[in-house]
């Protein structure tokens, strides 16, 4: 295919930052039993069907969705995140499917929607500071190569690639330690899921974990150390990036 997903080269790879041991829960108890780990700079893809309960997972270490057994440990210590703020000030990002719904305010400007996350780093006794705001995400709009005519644009006026750059720079620019992404390349043209994958490397190789959820078969093998196959709730397989690790091989798990 056209894309090229990423290096092979692993030596970002550090400790686990995340762990979850016989993981239950979801809104409708979508997911069962799982023990999952990432690590520093690792790409951890979740692989599965509609229904799998691989989305809701991520929305449960998220702190959005409900767990009914078993443990989460990040960075060492067991954690469970009653909302997504709880989340947020341990450093860890959630990157939804439905950018447009959960990712972004669309009305608000660039400037906005990238510090939304990120407002202890702009503001100064409970003030926002609108030029450190502002160039924070100007660098965060180079960086990502967004295409737009200004910081002030609105979220909504841009196109879905490019949107998706701004969901992500809000989180990048948090420096989050756990990044979990679900979905990164929905509805995006090729050129700029090429960006979007590099972007994605770039924060693996400054030793991000990164959790990628999604259900593009292609992308996640192009991007992922380790695949873990999600049925019907449970993990049914886990693959190491390479050889072994084919659309034919991934699938058989998943279905």
Partial sequence: SSVRYRSDDNSSIGDIVLETKGLSGGKEENFHNIDLT?????????AG??????????RAIFGYAPITSGKII????????RSPTEAIKKRIGYIPKDRDREGLVLMY????NISEANLKNVSRNSFIDAKKERSI???AIKNLK??????????????????QKVAIAKWAVNNSDLLII??????VDVGAKYEIYRIIEDLKNKGKAI???SDELPELIGMSDRIYCFRAGKVSGEFVRGKDCTEETVVAKMV
């Fill in 182 to 187: 679900n979905s990164p390349t929905r509805g």
């Fill in 74 to 81: 990040y960075k060492g210590k067991q954690v469970a995140f």
């Fill in 38 to 46: 990432v690590r520093e700079g690792e790409i951890v893809g979740i």
């Fill in 109 to 112: 400007d660039l400037v906005m």
């Fill in 137 to 139: 995400a100007n660098d």
């Fill in 211 to 213: 959790l990628l959820i």
């Fill in 146 to 163: 967004v295409k737009t005519p200004s910081e002030r644009a609105i979220a909504g006026s841009l196109s879905g690639g490019n949107r």
């Fill in 49 to 58: 069907i509609g229904g799998c309960g691989s989305g809701e997972f991520g």
